[in-house]
C-alpha cells in the first residue's frame, strides 16, 4: 500500500460502528434525559482562544495542538478539546439570555491533540461531552456527575470510581500554590525533568505527574482542600452533600488536578480499575473564569467530557458484551431474466417495510448467491428463478433452520414479518 493512515489516526471500520452506535445512542438518550440539547462546533477555531482559555503553559498548547496559519495569515488550530469553543459560542450568540443554566452537549466531535502514541490515547479522537453554563450552586455539579455516570452505565462499564477534589479559585489558590512550590523546592533534584519546569511554572501539575518518583514525592504534598477559603469550603461541601443525597459514590482524591488552566473548584475523573497514564475514562470540572478569560462577561460554568474510543477500550478491558455487527436479514438470489426482472423490485418492497435486504449481482451463479447470502448473515435467502416468475412464486430458504418452502410472491412480505418477529 502506497497510503496509510497518519501515526495516532485511525479508521472506524464497518464491522467497529455497532459498538460506536450503542454509546452513542446511550450518549443521546442519556443527555436528553438531564435537559441537555446537542450544539455543534467547528474544527477550526482562533489559536487565542485555546490559548488564552486552555492556558499558554499547558502540555496542550505548548506541545500537542495541531496550529496552522490560513490563506488570510489568521493563526488556527484544530480543536484539541470542546469547552473553550462552547464558551465561544455561549458568547457569541448572546446565549446569556437564555434561562440559566444553558445545558448543552456535543457528540463524536473530532478532537485533535498531537501526543505521544499510546494505548488508548490517539492524535484524533471523537469525544462526548455536556456542558452547563450560567448557574455556580453546587447541585449543578453533582447532576453533571451523575449524568456521566449513568452514561457509563448504560453502555455496561460496572468497573468504575469516581475521583473527586476542589482546587479552589483565584482567591485561595494563590496562597496554596507557595506553599506548594515551599514543600517542592528542596526536593528539585528528585523531579523528573518535566515536574522540574512545572514547579516554575505550574506547580499545581506536580501532582497530575505518573512517574513512579514524582507519585510518591506528591502523596507527601500539602493539600489544595486545606486552603480553600470560605465560599471555595462552601461549595464543596455542598458538592459532597449532594453527591451523598443521590447516591453516587465517590473517593476524595487530594491529588487530583486537571491539565487545563481554566478550571476551578469541583474536578473529577472516572478512572477504571487499570490504572496507569491513560486510565482515566473521562473527566471535568468547573471552569467559572474561562469566559472572562476569552473576553466575555463572567459566566459560571461546568463541564465534562469523554472519549468516544477510551469508552471502547474499557468495554473491552471489562470483557462487557460488545453488539454483533449489522447483517442483513434477507438476501434475494435470482437466476434467468424472469428471475432478474422480479428480484429489484421485491428488494425495494422490502427495505421499504423496513427489512434489511441484500440482492446478488446478476450473473452470479446460484450457489456462489447462496454462499454470498450465508457470509451476508441472513437469516432468509430468496430465491427467483424462470420457474418461479412464470408461476409468481419464490423460494424461501431458512438459513438458519435450513428448511425451505414456496410461497406465493404476493405473500413474501406478510411471511417475512411473521417469521422475523
Known sequence: MSFQTLAGMEDVLPDAWPRWDTVLDAARRTAALYGYRRLSTPILEPTALFARGVGEVTDIVQKEMYTFEDRDTTLVTMKPEGTAP???????????????????????????????????????????????????????????????????????????????NSIGDQQCRPAYIERLRAYYEPLRDQLCDECKVRLVRN?????????????????????????????????????????????????????????????????????????????????????????????????????????????????????????????????????????????LPLTQRLRAAGIATAVGTPGRSLKAQLRAANESGARFALVLGDDEAARGTVQVKDLAERQEVLIPLAETLAYLRGRLA
Open 86 to 164: 462552547v464558551v465561544r459560542s455561549y458568547l457569541q450568540h448572546g446565549m446569556f439570555k437564555l434561562p440559566q443554566p444553558v445545558k448543552v452537549y456535543y457528540l463524536a466531535e473530532p478532537t485533535f491533540r498531537h501526543e505521544k502514541k499510546q494505548r488508548g490515547r490517539l492524535r484524533q479522537h471523537h469525544q462526548f461531552g455536556c456542558e452547563a453554563l450560567g448557574e455556580i450552586h453546587p447541585q449543578v455539579d453533582a447532576e453533571l456527575i451523575a449524568l456521566a455516570a449513568q452514561l457509563y452505565h448504560e453502555v455496561g462499564l460496572r468497573r468504575l470510581s469516581l475521583q473527586v
Open 203 to 343: 506547580p499545581m501539575r506536580l501532582l497530575d505527574c505518573k512517574k513512579p518518583r514524582c507519585v510518591q514525592l506528591a502523596a507527601e504534598a500539602p493539600h489544595m482542600l486545606d486552603y480553600l477559603c470560605d465560599e471555595c469550603q462552601t461549595h464543596w461541601q455542598g458538592l459532597r452533600a449532594a453527591l451523598d443525597a443521590i447516591g453516587q459514590p465517590y473517593t476524595v482524591n487530594y491529588g487530583l488536578v486537571r491539565g487545563f488552566d481554566y478550571y476551578t473548584k469541583t474536578v473529577f475523573e472516572f478512572w477504571p480499575e487499570r490504572q496507569g497514564a491513560q486510565s482515566t475514562v473521562g473527566g471535568g470540572g468547573r471552569y467559572d473564569l474561562l469566559a472572562e478569560l476569552i473576553g466575555g462577561r463572567p459566566t459560571p460554568g461546568i463541564g465534562f467530557a469523554t472519549g468516544i474510543e477510551r469508552i471502547l477500550l474499557s468495554l473491552e478491558e471489562e470483557g462487557a458484551a460488545i453488539p454483533a455487527a449489522y447483517t442483513m436479514q434477507v438476501y434475494v438470489a435470482a437466476m434467468g431474466e424472469g428471475g432478474q426482472s422480479q428480484a
